[in-house]
């Protein structure tokens, strides 16, 4: 864990170092990677972390708004010997392993403010907010057992309105494509990944 977090901190540190000017009308297609999911039900395992597709557009010089739409899949698997509900009674081992896929789609907003920071060319760093929705479904599978017994979640999984805060910072690799890392609470954690500047 403290490896992880030596890695983000001097990830953004040395990102700090430069800046990158927006322009009116810009428009960028984001693709993203989350690091400590955000999304997934209560103790389920994370199978494919949060992977996120945004659109921005500069609206006002420092501001940005858009849309995301993003997924994740995650499972939890509940075994235990079980007696079965007919004559001659017996017990065997059941296994089941219930399958999750979280569908995210919603609308962020950012404010950029490495102008104002004077740093050299190269770099945007932003703040922000996203507010969606996540869809929550769910799929059963026996591993074990030779009669189903019908078991169900407790709690049951729920979609659920999504908020979330975040900083960033975006690194220019070319006049077309940037590097970005996103730290907050969102879909995840951390969120890294490639933004693209549309013509």
């Not at 693709?31 to 921005?56: A, C, D, H």
């Not at 190269?122 to 078991?151: F, H, I, R």
């Not at 940037?178 to 907050?184: D, Q, S």
Request: hydrophobic fraction near 40%; charged fraction near 15%; charge should be negative.
């Amino acid at each position: 864990m403290r490896k992880f977090l030596v890695i983000v901190v001097v990830f953004f540190v040395g990102l700090s170092l430069m800046a990158q000017e927006l322009s009116d009308g810009d428009k960028f297609l984001n693709v993203g990677v989350g690091i400590g999911n955000l999304v997934r039900p209560s103790g389920f395992k994370t199978n494919i972390p949060p992977i996120v597709f945004q659109y921005e557009q500069v609206v006002k010089e420092e501001f940005t708004v858009g849309g995301y739409f993003g997924f994740a899949k995650a499972s939890f698997i509940d075994e235990g010997t079980f007696t079965l509900p007919y004559s001659p009674y017996s017990t065997e081992l059941h296994e089941y392993k219930w399958k999750s896929t979280q569908i995210m789609i919603g609308l962020k907003g950012t404010y950029h403010f490495g102008s104002y920071l004077n740093l050299p060319e190269g770099m945007d760093a932003y703040g922000g907010v996203m507010l969606g929705y996540t869809v929550v479904t769910e799929k059963l599978e026996q591993l074990q057992g030779s009669v189903s017994l019908n078991p169900y979640l407790d709690p049951a999984l729920k979609n659920r309105v999504l908020f979330g805060v975040l900083v960033g910072v975006r690194y220019s690799l070319s006049d077309s494509m940037a590097a970005f890392g996103e730290l907050g609470y969102s879909t995840s954690i951390l969120q890294l990944g490639l933004s693209y500047n549309l013509p």
